[in-house]
């Protein structure tokens, strides 16, 4: 039996990176998109050469409809969900508390939730009825403390995005699901390297502060994301894991 992992935002970084590490496991694919199909039929074209089977869905995950055509989809294709990834990243208003509007807090804050609510509400009964399942949310390291004075809205969103994963897990435990948490810490991706232009040489700053002395690529986060979202993790839940080449041991 093929197992099934629907993987949201995954056309590009640590989706991308997550749907090619199932796919080398054997998996079926769902790769959700917003808006670049080229990116997501690459990223298909990726995990079929890793071993699995890969495919596309658009769809806006904070939208409900949206999310349920992902769910629906993945079923009508494949038969089931095995596991399910909410990594579909969400607008980020970068700004000091004080300069900060409430709606632009506030939508931060909803959109990541909305983007793991809909997907996980629709998968359950999936799950429940296969008596198995694997949820995995990916927050951030900025979820425990300040990373920078500007990502106030960031931190408190995936702060709130780990909270609702503990929820989940306890609720969930007696059908057979887990849901964890992995929460890296800055990642070489394509969304990260204007950020990384502007704040110049941030990333030899921050692989001088890890142990592993380098900073993480997609695929070094896209790998624990397939181990707790696959058989190599049953007996984990309500877990949030860290993975940023030990940066924290020198706080």
């Not at 887990?178 to 990384?196: H, I, K, L, M, S």
């Not at 397939?226 to 080449?245: H, I, L, R």
Request: net charge negative; proline share 4%; charged share 20%.
């Amino acid at each position: 039996m093929t197992k099934v992992a629907v993987i949201t935002g995954a056309s590009r970084g640590i989706g991308a990176a997550a749907a090619v590490e199932f796919g080398r496991r054997g998996y079926a694919v769902v790769i959700n998109y917003h808006s670049r199909r080229d990116a997501a039929d690459a990223v298909a074209k990726a995990v079929e050469e890793a071993g699995g089977e890969g495919l596309p869905v658009a769809g806006d995950v904070r939208v409900r409809d949206e999310a349920a055509g992902l769910i629906r989809t993945a079923v009508e294709h494949f038969g089931r969900v095995d596991t399910l990834v909410c990594n579909a990243a969400t607008p980020i208003k970068r700004a000091a508390f004080a300069d900060l509007p409430w709606d632009d807090f506030a939508a931060k804050v909803t959109d990541e939730l909305a983007a793991s609510y809909h997907v996980t509400q629709l998968a359950l009964p999936i799950m429940r009825e296969q008596r198995y399942g694997r949820l995995v949310y990916v927050s951030s390291g900025m979820a425990e403390g300040p990373g920078a004075p500007d990502m106030i809205g960031h931190g408190t969103a995936k702060a709130a995005l780990n909270t609702f994963a503990r929820y989940i897990a306890y609720e969930e435990g007696p059908h057979g699901i887990t849901a964890n948490v992995v929460a890296p810490g800055y990642v070489r991706t394509d969304a990260t390297a204007a950020a990384a232009t502007a704040l110049g040489g941030i990333e030899a700053r921050i692989a001088e502060r890890s142990p592993l002395r380098r900073v993480a690529d997609p695929i070094d986060i896209g790998r624990v994301i397939a181990m707790f979202g696959s058989e190599d993790c049953s007996y984990a839940t309500g877990v949030v894991v860290p993975v940023n080449g030990g940066i924290t041991l020198a706080h």
